[in-house]
T-cell receptor, first 114, second 115 residues
Framework: ETGVTQSPTHLIKTRGQQVTLRCSSQ?????VSWYQQALGQGPQFIFQ???????GRGNFPPRFSGLQFPNYSSELNVNALELDDSALYLC?????????????FGQGTRLTVV | AQSVTQLGSHVSVSEGALVLLRCNYS??????LFWYVQYPNQGLQLLLK??????LVKGINGFEAEFKKSETSFHLTKPSAHMSDAAEYFC?????????????FGDGTTLTVKP
């Protein structure tokens, strides 16, 4: 039990639609990262938020965007869904990016695009 | 730039046998190194990490790993496999000037434990 929860656990969307995935971090954690894990692969870094500002992005297009809120929750938004966006999306909560080295992962949201 | 190579996408051992999962990394800065375990339909759980100091790192569930800078390796071992160890294992690296939340992961190794 990591104290990080994601919703929903499963989701099916149609190509071209938009989706919002949610993450609730541990209380007091000011840093959250999002990862995409395609089937049979390791997680790939999408972006990180620190104190509600984006703090680094991986090799993902702008249609992947995020928000972080003062109540330790965050969102991942994906516009214009493509079939290749089907994956497990993981959020990882970190106490403070300057101090802590351990990331606590949620159980993930399985997104299927049809 | 960072990268991780996990040698062997599938490893099968007998219960009670030694577990050895191999990880080699590349990093342009001194690395932080991690091993995670993932059970089906679940997130990642940290097994152990190397940041600084002692190069032999002990983790949960009897696992340990040794950081070898000269070999750019961070192999995961467990002396005696248990059926409950069957899972997917991921090695990850992040640079010390960044943080654990920006890790680069390998493609994983599926560990099967035979009775």
């Amino acid at each position: 039990e990591t104290g990080v929860t994601q919703s929903p656990t499963h989701l099916i969307k149609t190509r071209g639609q938009q989706v919002t995935l949610r993450c609730s971090s541990q209380s007091g954690h000011n840093t959250v990262s999002w990862y995409q894990q395609a089937l049979g692969q390791g997680p790939q870094f999408i972006f990180q938020y620190y104190r509600e500002e984006e703090n680094g992005r991986g090799n993902f297009p702008p249609r992947f965007s995020g928000l972080q809120f003062p109540n330790y929750s965050s969102e991942l938004n994906v516009n214009a869904l493509e079939l290749d966006d089907s994956a497990l999306y993981l959020c990882a909560s970190i106490g403070d990016r300057f101090r802590d080295t351990e990331a606590f992962f949620g159980q993930g949201t399985r997104l299927t695009v049809v | 730039a960072q990268s991780v190579t996990q040698l062997g996408s599938h490893v099968s051992v007998s219960e009670g046998a030694l577990v050895l999962l191999r990880c080699n990394y590349s990093s342009s800065v001194p690395p932080y190194l991690f091993w995670y375990v993932q059970y089906p339909n679940q997130g990642l759980q940290l097994l152990l990490k190397y940041t600084t100091g002692a190069t032999l790192v002990k983790g949960i569930n009897g696992f340990e790993a040794e950081f070898k800078k000269s070999e750019t390796s961070f192999h995961l071992t467990k002396p005696s496999a248990h059926m409950s160890d069957a899972a997917e294992y991921f090695c990850a690296v992040s640079g010390r000037i960044t943080n654990a939340g920006k890790s680069t992961f390998g493609d994983g190794t599926t560990l099967t434990v035979k009775p």
